[in-house]
């Protein structure tokens, strides 16, 4: 009778002998299983799984921490894009700008709101049932050569989105910081819709005047030195004012008041397990009641046809 043998192979590679144990399995791992850990060695399913079991480290605000801020990448990324679309093909602005009532001729033209006119007109914009407005609206900016600013609408944007949502994306995390945007940008358009349905608007003024308070309220939150906050935001309320009789006023303050409103929910939520259901909560609410807001608006102004 032959004696059992002794030899002990790796269990991912039974061909390989070996003589050390997984600290967390027990099971045998040769060289190239071996994963060092605290304590000897762990094989690679081990220390997949203890990677899964990992709590993923949050900020105060319960954002997963990152640093490289992708969400302000991407955001202008898609206002240069649109802006080059512009340059390429000017009707994308009439096509998509903020605009709750408007009248189109029978040359193509686009004409002011008249809640009568003749029947060789049409209307368009939000009330014609064109809600992307809403939204696409804020992806785009006055070409180079119109407006008070031309170029320097999207150029002061973006600086000012380059500057404040770097900030404010590490504080929220990406989920939270693009629903921050966004509600903010569609905030500034219903305030548009409400307060002058008329006047077509475009431009991301409205999401990063949300970003200016959030980065507000983020910071009173914190605890930190609020007197340079406190300047930001003197300056900020300064041009908002200054510049209400070049810019769209209502974009701007519907930005602002959305942005924090949002972030008031988003630091002020409790910090357990219900902070997530809280802020997304929060979120969903204001979505309705700018929704709703936006639909009462334009069905009185279908109504008053």
């Known amino acids: ?16 002998e070996s003589h050390v144990r997984c600290t967390r399995c027990e099971r045998f791992i040769c060289p190239d299983c071996m994963r060092a850990a605290a304590v000897g060695h762990q094989c690679p399913e081990c220390v997949r799984e203890g990677a899964r079991s990992v ?31 512009e340059l390429v093909r000017p009707a994308i602005v009439d096509r998509f700008e903020m605009l709750g009532a408007g009248l189109v001729g029978p040359d193509g033209g686009h004409y002011v709101w008249q809640a009568a006119y003749p029947p060789d007109f049409h209307v368009e914009g939000v009330v014609d049932g064109e809600w992307y407005r809403l939204l696409t609206g804020a992806f785009l900016h006055l070409p180079p050569t119109e407006g008070t600013f031309g170029i320097l609408h999207i150029v002061m944007n973006m600086v000012s989105l380059w500057n ?7 504080q929220l995390g990406r989920i939270r910081y693009l629903a921050l945007y966004l509600l903010s940008a569609l905030g500034g358009s219903v305030l548009v819709l409400l307060a002058a349905p008329h006047d077509p608007t475009l431009g991301a003024s409205g999401a990063i005047f949300g970003l200016g308070a959030a980065y507000y309220v983020l910071a009173r939150r914190l605890g930190a ?24 006023w209502e974009g701007h303050l519907g930005g602002l008041l959305t942005g924090a409103a949002v972030t008031l929910a988003y630091a002020y939520a409790p910090r357990d397990g219900r902070r997530a259901l809280v802020q997304a909560g929060a979120c ?21 046809q």
């Not at 404040?164 to 590490?170: L, M, Q, T, Y």
């Not at 007197?227 to 769209?248: K, Y």
């Open 225 to 248: 030195d609020m007197a340079q906050v406190n300047r930001f935001m003197a300056g900020l309320l300064l041009w908002l004012v200054l510049s209400a009789a070049m810019t769209s």
């Open 1 to 16: 009778m032959e004696p059992e043998s002794t030899l002990t192979t790796c269990f991912r590679h039974p061909k390989v």
């Open 164 to 170: 404040i949502g770097r900030v404010v994306e590490a």
């Open 55 to 85: 709590r993923q480290a949050r900020t105060a605000f319960g954002g997963r921490i990152t640093t490289v801020p992708l969400v302000t990448y991407v955001l202008i990324g898609l206002n240069v894009l649109a802006y080059v679309g």
């Open 284 to 304: 969903a609410a204001l979505l309705v009641l700018l929704v709703v807001c936006a639909w009462a608006k334009a069905a009185e102004l279908t109504g008053a």
